[in-house]
């Protein structure tokens, strides 16, 4: 029994566990909304673990990417420009091992693969990128080509 009056349905309650909320689904009990129960268990771990955060800034001397990827090692991430100059930034976040003698009380923290791809400008010089991670913060550097100013040329105007 709830210690605190449910206004939402049938939502979890208890005033002890601030974690004890289920999340209300607005589109619960339509007709769409059970479809996603029966995708199978890999697609909704890839989709969960898919938004791997990722921010790209521009600097003048190149463009930095900056993805947050706690908990991954350098080994388990990929960074590889394809053809056409698209950057590809791609992992895959193993699930813990469970052991038989468990008991689990929650599990929120998604394991699944991810990718995001990024087109780069054309003054990016893709054969000179640069990669780090530190602390889970993995780091992409695209150098940029110098952007050559147009020559101006003066013509004296004769008369």
């Given at each position: 029994m709830s210690l605190i009056p449910s206004f939402f349905g049938n939502r979890r309650s208890n005033v002890f566990d601030p974690f004890s909320l289920d999340i209300w689904d607005p589109f619960e009990g339509f007709p769409f909304s059970s479809s996603v129960a029966n995708f199978p268990s890999s697609a909704r771990e890839t989709s969960a673990f898919a938004n791997a955060r990722i921010d790209w800034k521009e600097t003048p001397e190149a463009h930095v990417f900056k993805a947050?990827?706690?908990?991954?090692?350098?080994?388990?991430?990929?960074?590889?420009?394809?053809?056409?100059?698209?950057?590809?930034?791609?992992?895959?976040?193993?699930?813990?091992?469970?052991?038989?003698?468990?008991?689990?009380?929650?599990?929120?923290?998604?394991?699944?693969?991810?990718?995001?791809?990024?087109?780069?400008?054309?003054?990016?010089?893709?054969?000179?990128?640069?990669?780090?991670?530190?602390?889970?913060?993995?780091?992409?550097?695209?150098?940029?080509?110098?952007?050559?100013?147009?020559?101006?040329?003066?013509?004296?105007?004769?008369?």
């Open positions: 947050d990827l706690p908990g991954l090692k350098k080994e388990e991430v990929k960074v590889e420009v394809e053809e056409g100059g698209v950057l590809q930034i791609s992992g895959e976040r193993s699930k813990e091992q469970e052991e038989k003698n468990d008991k689990w009380h929650r599990v929120e923290r998604s394991g699944g693969k991810f990718l995001r791809r990024f087109r780069l400008p054309e003054n990016a010089k893709t054969d000179q990128v640069k990669a780090s991670m530190e602390n889970g913060v993995l780091t992409v550097s695209v150098p940029k080509e110098e952007v050559k100013k147009p020559e101006v040329k003066s013509i004296e105007i004769s008369g």
